[in-house]
């Protein structure tokens, strides 16, 4: 523009002096002189709004590009200017603070020379198949202070041809936050573990036993050790379900119904659904959800089958089957090894995996089971718990459960007779008197009974409603005199007393084979 503008003005004086001869002085015209000198303060007064204009300009670029100076070099991320030899070209001042000095007073210094062995051909493959065009790298860098884990992002460098721009951010604090998260979460596992010993002692030490075989089967199939460490942790929370289990199906001492068999198959899904919520616990939710599942398909929840259920399931399962058989039960004795095993073998592509069940036939054959593993109650809090089952409500005596549960158990101590006072007709004393009048009545012979026996630590039983059972360490004989206060015409007292030891186990659970 001030070009064009000055060639017009040269083009305008020229024309004047052309017209008017030689003698400038005496042939300028006043009003020509005005023109021209018009002319030029305009032109002056463009030129200096357009030196002006240009020393604005001058200055924001100045200032812009301080700016971006201080953006880059004072950023709280590293970044790194790489040429197209991988060159460091320039660094800022964060990204100048992780490495040693010794690296950066070099001129042109290759920015391999700051990685890590392990990594460069990590890097060499990021950058040559353009990978950082879609995905961050992690590698190590080698740190003043050590190796330390960076997350490298990279784009294109706009000014520079083939040129880029690495972004290094630190994680080795994410790397410590994800370590103290471990650390948490396996506090988290354990207390819910320990939860569930509280729920219930039996699933507590079963849960750790079976974690433990589960982890031997899955190291002698040769499973990464991420993955062996996640089967433990599942078989330490695969009862958590349980939790939420009333206490009266939970704690049954006998064999459960069908209804309450499928209460308690849900616990699996119940586990599944407490633990799938948090993120931490979404394998191990999984792990858990299928392990009561068969190969034939005939398991629970989803009935699936053989391949359909995920590896570390079926593992579980055959850990879970053979814990729980060599354990002593409150209904069933425990097995042997070698008979838990064999049974193992028998069920193979039935219940349980045929190649599992081979692995945990070698790891298992030399495991020592303690003796007293079992289901009995062990501690004043348990006991109260099992109470609920072992006492009758009417009377407070022992009840037919708590008998099932020692004749099962065989655990009969220093008790030596058992002996049984039975009701006859009492049902017609009810519909004769009423139900107010027959509790009454049962009552009184519960007295009657505690009076007799309570004291010298006998063990009583109401069983089947007008049925009673002392186990007494002694021959002591019940003397039908102490009743008399009850005699009525319809209720008739009869007594049998038997040595136990006399006597086939499965008669003691039948008293009309007593003979009464």
């Not at 038997?498 to 006597?503: A, E």
């Amino acid at each position: 523009m001030l070009e064009q503008n000055n060639l017009e003005l040269r083009k305008k004086a020229y024309e004047i002096i052309q017209r008017k001869g030689s003698d400038i002085s005496l042939k300028f015209e006043n009003s020509d002189l005005k023109t021209l000198l018009h002319e030029l303060d305009v032109y002056q007064a463009e030129l200096e709004a357009q030196n002006e204009e240009l020393r604005d300009k001058e200055a924001k670029l100045y200032n812009s590009q301080l700016e971006y100076e201080s953006l880059f070099m004072d950023a709280t991320m590293g970044f790194v200017l790489l040429d197209n030899k991988l060159e460091i070209q320039n660094i800022n001042n964060m990204a100048r603070a992780y490495f040693a000095y010794r690296f950066l007073n070099e001129k042109n210094k290759m920015f391999i020379s700051l990685i890590a062995r392990n990594g460069i051909e990590s890097f060499f493959n990021w950058i040559d198949k353009k990978e950082y065009l879609k995905k961050h790298l992690e590698i190590d860098l080698l740190c003043d202070s050590g190796a330390k884990s960076f997350r490298l992002d990279a784009k294109p460098y706009l000014l520079k041809d083939k040129w880029i721009v690495l972004t290094l951010e630190n994680i080795e604090n994410e790397k410590l936050f994800a370590l103290k998260r471990l650390e948490n979460y396996k506090a988290v596992l354990y207390t819910l573990a320990d939860l569930i010993e509280k729920r219930d002692p039996y699933t507590a030490g079963h849960s750790k036993r079976v974690a433990t075989y589960a982890k031997k089967i899955a190291n002698k199939m040769h499973l990464p050790k991420e993955k062996c460490d996640m089967i433990y942790e599942a078989g330490i929370l695969h009862d958590i379900g349980k939790i939420v289990i009333p206490d009266s199906i939970l704690l049954k001492p006998s064999r459960l119904n069908d209804n309450e068999f499928k209460i308690i198959k849900q616990h699996s899904s119940i586990g599944y659904e407490l633990l799938s919520k948090v993120n931490d616990f979404n394998e191990i939710a999984n792990i858990i959800h299928f392990h009561h599942e068969r190969v034939d398909g005939l398991g629970y929840p989803k009935g699936l089958k053989s391949n359909e259920i995920p590896l570390e399931s079926k593992i579980l399962a055959v850990a879970d089957a053979f814990d729980s058989m060599t354990t002593n039960r409150i209904y069933e004795k425990r097995r042997s090894v070698h008979d838990a095993l064999e049974e193992l073998n028998d069920y193979k592509n039935i219940m349980y995996d045929s190649n599992i069940v081979d692995v945990a036939i070698e790891v298992l054959s030399k495991e020592k089971i303690e003796e007293d593993i079992s289901q009995n109650p062990i501690s004043q809090m348990e006991s109260a718990r099992f109470s609920y089952f072992y006492n009758d409500q009417l009377t407070h005596l022992y009840n037919i459960n708590y008998l099932d549960f020692i004749i099962n158990q065989r655990i009969f101590g220093e008790y030596n007779y058992f002996h049984v006072l039975s009701l006859k007709n009492f049902s017609e004393y009810n519909k004769k008197f009423g139900w107010i009048e027959g509790d009454r009545y049962l009552k009184n012979v519960a007295t009657i009974l505690k009076d007799l026996f309570l004291d010298s630590d006998n063990l009583i039983f109401r069983v089947f409603g007008d049925d009673f059972v002392v186990l007494t360490k002694d021959k002591n004989t019940i003397d039908l005199e102490n009743f008399s206060i009850l005699d009525d015409e319809i209720v008739k007292i009869k007594l049998v007393s038997h040595f136990i030891v006399d006597l086939d186990i499965h008669i003691l659970k039948d008293i009309d084979k007593l003979g009464i």
